[in-house]
């Protein structure tokens, strides 16, 4: 039954992005806000669908969102589309990182791709007007487009298309591919081109083995006027985002201060327990999706040592081998939420331990059967 609801789940959210992708349009704004529906909404819809709430037990809301008569996948695409809806309008105002990045083989973009998933940034990709094709990258021939610009300190080849609304940026990553030791002359050309004077940008590069050190000294030699530049990271085309991570991590960046402050609760009956989370993407991701709306999932006991239910949704993945205690709360598969209430090893991602409980005290308040908890963020 438990792989059968996985699957199910799995399918409902590949089907939910497609059909919300190719009917977005005839979704009306009327429509879209009539009524407000929680992450909680959603497991109560997918409860219902798989006969585990009965009718009466929902009748409270309108959760037959396309009027058909009958709740369904659909309704729950629907919702998913509401709830996000909503919680982008609330979250508007917070939205303060940009991931800035040039990538004419998509290396450099893979890395900008995981500071995305990481940060939960906006994306912007710097692409030049005139296209570099492969002839104007070859290295071995002098006369080629990129070595005449590299040679050249003064060339500024230009952009394509422009950022609006870049004043709505605290912290910018500046992501490039190393071309002759240095940064493509096309970055240079979007840090002449806006207002960076209150910003703190944070370079990136991908190279074979160059160091980032040589374009980190032409950026602060350009003449413009940055708030704050932090020392960058040069990777290989191939870091995975555990590296990426990891390198996030160090940075003394101003929204990672808040996040770290978040506790996570966890009611459970009548007791009511906190947790210390991790300074990792899973647990940031994990903040983001409680932040909206509380969220409550049942945990079924398994193997004597950990109590394990499936949230709604796929977080960033930092697994490693760990040697698990009580009161251990790990992610595994991306969306397995498992507290521990004795010891196991195996290679997974810790969100978080839970504060000042002995083993006894946990094992009595989970039980030997299934539990219902409820998550949500303390700040």
């Known amino acids: 039954m438990k792989k059968m609801f996985s699957v199910l789940i799995a399918a409902i959210t590949i089907f939910c992005s497609v059909f919300v992708a190719s009917n977005i349009n005839n979704i009306t704004a009327d429509e879209s806000y009539a009524t407000t529906y929680s992450v909680q909404d959603m497991v109560n819809l997918q409860k219902f669908i798989l006969s585990e709430l009965k009718g009466e037990d929902i009748l409270d809301k309108k959760y037959d969102l396309n009027n058909d008569g009958t709740c369904n996948i659909f309704d729950i695409c629907l919702m998913k589309w509401r709830l996000l809806n909503n919680q982008n309008i609330e979250n508007n105002d917070e939205v303060d990182y940009l ?4 990538s004419r083989t998509g290396n450099t973009e893979k890395i900008a791709n995981h500071i995305v998933n990481i940060t939960n940034a906006d994306k912007y990709e710097i692409e030049a007007k005139i296209s570099y094709t492969d002839e104007d990258i070859q290295y071995t021939n002098s006369s080629c487009r990129a070595n005449q610009e590299q040679n050249d300190k003064t060339v500024r080849p230009e952009i394509a298309q422009s950022i609006e609304n870049i004043d709505t940026y605290e912290v910018i990553f500046l992501g490039y591919p190393i071309w002759w030791g240095e940064e493509p002359r096309i970055i ?6 806006y207002d960076f004077s209150d910003k703190i940008i944070v370079p990136f590069c991908t190279s074979g083995s160059s ?8 950026i602060k030699n350009l003449g413009i006027s940055i708030d704050t530049q932090m020392s960058g990271r040069r990777f290989s085309s191939n870091a995975t985002e555990s590296e990426v991570a990891s390198w996030i991590e160090t940075l003394d960046l101003p929204t990672n201060k ?3 402050e978040a506790k996570l609760n966890i009611k459970i009956g009548e007791n009511l327990l906190t947790a210390t989370l991790e300074d990792n993407s899973s647990a940031k991701a994990l903040i983001e ?3 909206f709306e509380p969220l409550t999932i049942t945990l079924n006991d398994y193997a004597n040592f950990e ?4 949230l709604l949704e796929n977080l960033p993945r930092n697994d490693e081998q760990l040697d698990t205690d009580f009161g251990d709360i790990i992610l595994y598969q991306g969306n397995k939420f498992v507290i521990y209430y004795d010891k196991n090893s195996w290679s997974f991602t810790k969100l978080g331990h839970i504060d000042n409980i002995t083993k006894e005290e946990l094992k009595n308040i989970l039980g030997d059967d299934s539990v219902e908890v409820t998550l949500s963020i303390l700040k």
Request: glycine letters at 4%; charged letters at 30%.
């Open 211 to 218: 160091s980032i050190k040589t374009s980190e000294n032409n």
């Open 99 to 102: 991931v800035a990045y040039f």
């Open 188 to 193: 240079d050309t979007f840090l002449e081109s």
């Open 289 to 291: 999706l409680l932040d």
């Open 307 to 310: 109590k394990v239910g499936t």
């Open 258 to 260: 808040e996040e770290t």
